[in-house]
């Protein structure tokens, strides 16, 4: 995995672009952007989020150009991480948003 791009969003999220392609040639090139928000609530499990504490929530976009618009939207604050609950990687993390 190689981190492309590392930045925040408006709210002090750290976000950044991954790319897994020489890991797993099934995911497109760059298309991951990954964010450690602080959890809201609890999840149960032992490395599961907690809340009040950071976690990583992955999203997978199905190219380049789709990961970086995301990107630069959450950046900017024009996007939410909840405007890409349809391709977060695990969707029990969108009741941590």
């Not at 002090?12 to 797993?24: F, M, S, V």
């Not at 609890?42 to 380049?64: C, D, L, T, V, Y």
Request: proline share 4%; hydrophobic share 40%.
């Amino acid at each position: 995995m190689k981190v492309l791009l590392v930045d925040s969003m408006p709210c002090g999220t750290k976000i950044q672009i991954e790319d897994w392609n020489g890991e797993y040639d099934f995911i497109a090139k760059a298309s991951t952007l990954a964010a450690y928000p602080i959890s809201q609530v609890n999840i149960e499990g032992q490395f599961a989020p907690k809340r009040n504490k950071s976690f990583r929530a992955s999203f997978n976009f199905e190219n380049e150009v789709e990961a970086k618009q995301a990107f630069n939207d959450l950046k900017n604050g024009v996007k939410q991480l909840l405007d890409y609950k349809e391709v977060i990687n695990d969707p029990r993390k969108l009741e941590c948003l």
